[in-house]
Nanobody, 115 residues
Framework: QVQVVESGGGLVQPGGSLRLSCAASGSIYRINSMGWYRQPPGKQRESVAIITSGGTTNHVDSVKGRFTISRDNTKNTVYLQMNSLKPEDTAVYYC?????????WGQGTQVTVSS
């Protein structure tokens, strides 16, 4: 099994910044990719950003130029730096880890952008 733990969510004013972290542990042979997804209130979960083992990144258009995904392979940790936050970024943010034996998800962390 693989354990995935997120941290770093909270309440922030529009225009502010937050940094999310996600650490994977357990039966990890090799992590293929790590990513962040979010689920706004009343909506479906959507992909926000993904980073492969080789460092290739992909960000959804709505966050390009504002959010940056990065990872520390030595710590099996992925980060999401979120700048210029908007109220529409309010959601539960989930970390996803793809390894050889399958997909694993964290419990989610709430991000609320409000004045």
């Amino acid at each position: 099994q693989v354990q995935v733990v997120e941290s770093g969510g909270g309440l922030v004013q529009p225009g502010g910044s937050l940094r999310l972290s996600c650490a994977a542990s357990g039966s990890i042979y090799r992590i293929n990719s790590m990513g962040w997804y979010r689920q706004p209130p009343g909506k479906q979960r959507e992909s926000v950003a993904i980073i492969t083992s080789g460092g290739t990144t992909n960000h959804v258009d709505s966050v390009k130029g504002r959010f940056t995904i990065s990872r520390d392979n030595t710590k099996n940790t992925v980060y999401l730096q979120m700048n210029s936050l908007k109220p529409e970024d309010t959601a539960v943010y989930y970390c996803n880890v793809k390894v050889v034996i399958g997909d694993f998800w964290g419990q989610g962390t709430q991000v609320t952008v409000s004045s």
